[in-house]
């Protein structure tokens, strides 16, 4: 059996942290932390809290029974997948933090016996070339919509509609290469990070992709979305999936119809004429180029289904409403375009600026949720209420009341 | 009660540092102790009586100690299985089982499961709440029916702490 220092020294040469910074965190001398480390030394409640926390590791991983636990440890899958967490101490820091909030949430499930991470279906399959990812995943598309009564419509919050099926979201800081990850790890269930610093516009689509992986790919542990994987089918699935969850097919047609476009340059009309008992055809020319699509109707589609001027561009050219010189025209004023979204105001779906608005904040808000109503049902107590506030950086004495009162109902 | 050792909880702690009436803890025949995890929680989500409570500390009317017993990290770690304590309850119980100490604690409801869950239910766990604490100090006559009406009403209308009487007088 591994006795305690042992796994104190294992657990911080595994995040690479040294003693030194480790004694400095705790306002202890390095030897302090050397003597812990080999036994020399006891170790208090608080300082071992302290580590834990310091290692991204639950209290329980120094139990000594612990090494019963089979599973690979999720730092350990996250660091193989992301390695410049391993570089960048700001992102290790940032995503441990997430996925520590990931884990009380899935504590605080299990304890109310909610599971819900059942509740997207598994759509994983076979793709042999570039076809089946991107029918796959139109196609997957197209059920989701259906089986979460989206209808056509644009989709308000995504982070809102992928929490509702149990999977957790979260924005936070990530390397840039990165838009975004999907995990699935027995210690917090299904999550989905994507990249903080991208723009709403963007990190909705990232969003949709890493749903996709989610629907997909679930058995992977973490799959990555990064520009030099693009090319893989997964990555090209989940593309077409998120294009597609966004502007569904259909409702780019009403769109485009209530714009007076899209029609096609000749339509042959048939009518019955009741007094011959005969049918009179007749053949409608809309005025010529009246049915173009031009940079106006591409901002307001992507207006509408609040997603970027350039995917709107290729979600057209994918549904045949734009052909390939089109496309290229289209593309060209993107610029234009932009700064036509930008004189209408609407600068939720363009993706610069200095700063990118604050991430979603549907983790945060559904885990206050969860811990008030564990505290509710007498599942969690005081302390840990006041413990989950303060990861959520709210005020502990405003979160033990708003509980307290909601226990009083 | 019979004097002894009280471990106390942070929600207890709470209650007399925000009445600034820290002396009423050093006149309860116990004595109590805090654990450094509780003294934590008290700086980190209670800013405010910091100074309160490091005044109490000095003025020895408790006393906050270092938990490194083997047997307490042991418990500690085992009631952290399935987090349902904070780590503040979680130390304070550990001494309490391990010491055969009273825990001073407000809210016990997710006690009995977090016990249950890491297989600590045969151990004896006696509890006292703030209400205990003063019936103790007016059963000794350190103070009045009058004065702990009125700490009650000052609980009850400043500081968002309700007991379920309207007077001492109800249960003396």
New interface residues.
């Given amino acids: 059996m591994i006795n305690l220092g042992e796994r104190l020294r294992t657990a911080r040469e595994r995040r690479g942290i040294s003693q030194q910074a480790v004694a400095e965190s705790l306002g202890l001398p390095r030897t302090a932390v050397t003597n812990m480390e080999t036994g020399k030394r006891t170790v208090s409640t608080l300082e071992l809290t302290r580590m834990a926390e310091l290692y991204g590791q639950p209290s329980t991983y120094f139990l000594a029974d612990a090494d019963a636990v089979n599973e690979e440890d999720i730092s350990v899958v996250l660091h193989r997948a992301v390695p410049e967490m391993a570089e960048r101490p700001e992102i290790d820091q940032a995503v441990g933090h997430i996925v520590d909030l990931c884990r009380e949430g899935a504590a605080l499930r299990e304890m109310l016996n909610q599971t819900t991470e059942q509740a997207a279906p598994d759509y994983s399959n076979r793709m042999n070339h570039v076809g089946d990812a991107i029918r796959q995943g139109q196609l997957v598309a197209q059920e989701e919509r259906r089986r979460l009564g989206l209808g056509n419509a644009p989709i308000g919050s995504l982070a809102d509609v992928i929490t509702d099926q149990g999977i957790w979201t979260a924005a936070t800081e990530l390397p840039d290469s990165l838009s975004g990850f999907f995990v699935n790890h027995p210690s917090i269930g299904v999550a989905i990070l994507v990249n903080a610093q991208h723009w709403p516009v963007r990190r909705r689509f990232s969003y949709a992709h890493e749903y996709a992986h989610a629907l997909f790919d679930r058995h992977a542990p973490v799959t990555t979305t990064r520009q030099e994987n693009s090319s893989d089918l997964v990555e090209k699935r989940a593309n077409a999936f998120a294009a597609a969850f966004l502007m569904p097919a259909e409702g780019v047609v009403e769109q485009l119809t209530q714009l007076d476009k899209g029609r096609p340059s000749r339509l042959a009309e048939v009518i019955f004429d009741v007094a011959n008992n005969a049918t009179m055809e007749t053949e409608i020319r809309p005025r010529p180029g009246s049915q173009a699509i031009t940079y106006q109707d591409v901002a307001a589609l992507a207006r509408h289904f609040g997603v970027s001027y350039e995917a709107t561009v290729w979600r057209l050219k994918s549904l045949g409403h734009i052909n390939h010189p089109e496309t290229d025209n289209l593309i060209q004023k993107k610029e234009i375009g932009k700064r036509y979204i930008k004189l209408l105001g609407f600068l939720d779906i363009l993706d610069e600026g200095e700063t990118a608005p604050p991430p979603e904040v549907e983790l945060r808000n559904e885990l206050t949720r969860l811990a008030l109503e564990a505290f509710r049902q007498g599942e969690i107590s005081r302390g840990r209420i006041a413990e989950i506030s303060r990861k959520l950086t709210i005020n502990p004495e405003e979160m033990i009341e708003l509980a307290e009162a909601a226990r009083g109902d | 009660m019979s004097s002894g050792i009280v471990v106390a ?3 207890v702690l709470v209650n007399f540092l925000r009445i600034d009436r820290m002396d009423l803890i050093g006149l309860h025949p116990a004595t109590f102790i805090a ?3 509780v003294g ?2 008290i700086s ?3 800013p405010d009586q910091q100074v309160r409570y490091s005044a109490a500390l000095e003025a020895q009317l408790l006393s906050e100690e ?5 047997t ?3 418990i ?3 009631l ?12 304070a119980i ?1 001494v309490a089982l391990n010491r055969g100490h009273v825990l001073a604690i ?2 016990n ?3 009995n ?2 016990l249950h869950e890491a297989g600590l239910t045969g151990m004896n766990l006696p509890i006292i709440r703030t209400q205990d604490i003063v019936v103790a100090l007016i059963q000794t006559e350190a103070l009045t029916v009058e004065a702990a009406d009125a700490i009650l009403t000052d609980w009850a209308g400043n500081h ?1 702490f309700r007991l379920k009487i309207n007077s001492f007088t109800e249960i003396i």
Avoid: M, N
Wanted: charged share 45%.
């Fill in positions: 909880d942070t929600s654990t450094e995890h934590t929680e980190d989500a209670y270092r938990i490194d017993d083997p307490e990290l042991d500690f770690l085992k952290s299985r399935h987090p349902r304590l904070g780590s503040g309850e979680r130390s550990a407000d809210d409801r997710a006690i499961k977090a968002r």
